[in-house]
């Protein structure tokens, strides 16, 4: 690789990779501020101990904490809440435990911000002319396609499991409210920002810096207590350089063939498929890095395969970051859900999500 090229990769990489630090401090200190805790307790008073719309509330929450603080946000600070909720109430773990573990990955199509693989696309939607707006327009409905097809399947699996009522919940803990709400409020003011289609790194950094400082005022020793993942950023940093290097030295024809290179709904199903299959295989980052270069053509091929790394990586426990997270907050709080059982329901959400969104984005390609 020569000192262009990996000054470009550097270029196209290094802003993904502010925002994900950036965003991971805003969600860090939001979670110790009780911004979550008190979230799920309102949602469990606003439900009026009834158990289905006290889940139905706690998919709409996955689903805006996905949207606009990322899936990997959902994943690791929803899940201990949802399931400290299912935990305090009395209430079966799985059906929480898999809304987090679902809507963290079939909820992030919608905005950029949502998914690291969209702020990696975003650069060729730009380049294809769509910019932010045109990528909001031509997620939309496979977005929504999604989270509909991934609410049919848990209540499908579980309905039994979300009926009846429950007793008064529990009052959440306490907490410093000037921290709380000074953290409420950036957190509700970063979506409409990043929805606005402003640069997703700036309006995380500029969120992080103002959480630093009121943290820093009245709590200093929980910024002693941040997990910052400075290796996991490295990490991803490596990654794209060796998929860089690996498609210069053979891996593009090879994915050229498979991957085929037309419009029709045929070519889009099979370059979703390519990458539902891909990212449970490997892990869905490393696989849209290596198939975005056989999608960047065409804004629908590059939305299939969105749809394919993002929505569908739901059946083995490596094929996301988020899924990840997921299964280490769960072993925490001492929830197991069988590795069998997770992967064929996990198999059978992805498969009518995956349909549902590519159908939303057939409707508009």
């Known amino acids: 690789?020569?000192?262009?090229?990996?000054?470009?990769?550097?270029?196209?990489?290094?802003?993904?990779?502010?925002?994900?630090?950036?965003?991971?401090?805003?969600?860090?200190?939001?979670?110790?501020?009780?911004?979550?805790?008190?979230?799920?307790?309102?949602?469990?008073?606003?439900a009026r101990h009834r158990v289905v719309v006290l889940w139905l509330l706690f998919v709409g929450l996955a689903?805006?904490?996905?949207?606009?603080?990322?899936?990997?946000?959902?994943?690791v600070l929803l899940t201990p809440v949802g399931l400290a909720i299912a935990r305090q109430l009395g209430l079966p773990a799985a059906p929480f435990a898999l809304t987090t573990l679902w809507l963290a990955n079939t909820a992030s199509l919608l905005l950029?911000?949502?998914?690291?693989?969209?702020?990696?696309?975003?650069?060729?939607f730009d380049r294809?002319?769509?910019?932010?707006?045109?990528?909001?327009?031509?997620?939309?409905?496979?977005?929504l396609g999604a989270v509909a097809g991934t609410v049919?399947?848990?209540?499908?699996?579980?309905?039994?499991?979300?009926?009846?009522?429950?007793?008064?919940?529990?009052?959440?803990?306490?907490?410093?409210?000037?921290?709380?709400?000074?953290?409420?409020?950036?957190?509700?003011?970063?979506?409409?920002?990043f929805a606005a289609g402003l640069n997703p790194a700036v309006v995380a950094t500029v969120a992080a810096a103002v959480l630093l400082a009121l943290a820093a005022r009245r709590d200093p020793s929980l910024l002693r207590r941040l997990k910052v993942p400075w290796p996991m950023a490295l990490g991803f940093a490596a990654l794209f350089v060796l998929v860089d290097l690996a498609l210069s030295h053979g891996l593009q024809p090879a994915l050229v063939a498979v991957a085929g290179s037309g419009?029709?709904?045929a070519d889009l199903a099979r370059l979703t498929g390519l990458g539902a299959v891909s990212a449970n295989a490997v892990n869905n980052l490393p696989a849209y890095l290596a198939l975005e270069t056989v999608a960047q053509d065409a804004p629908g091929r590059l939305m299939a395969l969105?749809?394919?790394?993002?929505?569908?990586?739901l059946v083995t426990p490596w094929a996301s970051l988020a899924t990840l997270l997921w299964a280490q907050r769960c072993r925490a709080a001492a929830v197991r859900i069988g590795p069998v059982s997770l992967a064929l329901q996990g198999l059978l959400c992805a498969v009518v999500a995956t349909a549902l969104s590519l159908a939303g984005l057939l409707l508009v390609a």
């Open 152 to 193: 049919v399947v848990l209540w499908a699996l579980h309905r039994r499991e979300l009926g009846g009522r429950y007793v008064p919940d529990a009052p959440p803990d306490p907490h410093d409210r000037t921290l709380l709400r000074g953290s409420g409020l950036v957190c509700l003011a970063v979506g409409p920002l």
């Open 128 to 143: 294809l002319g769509l910019g932010h707006d045109g990528y909001i327009r031509l997620a939309a409905l496979p977005a």
């Open 306 to 313: 969105l749809i394919g790394v993002n929505v569908a990586p």
């Open 1 to 46: 690789m020569s000192g262009v090229e990996l000054a470009d990769l550097l270029a196209r990489v290094g802003p993904v990779l502010v925002f994900f630090l950036a965003i991971t401090v805003v969600a860090e200190i939001a979670d110790a501020a009780g911004v979550f805790d008190v979230a799920g307790h309102w949602t469990a008073r606003a």
């Open 263 to 265: 419009g029709t709904p």
């Open 63 to 75: 689903v805006v904490c996905t949207v606009v603080l990322s899936l990997d946000t959902t994943a």
């Open 112 to 124: 950029p911000v949502s998914n690291l693989t969209n702020l990696l696309a975003l650069h060729h």
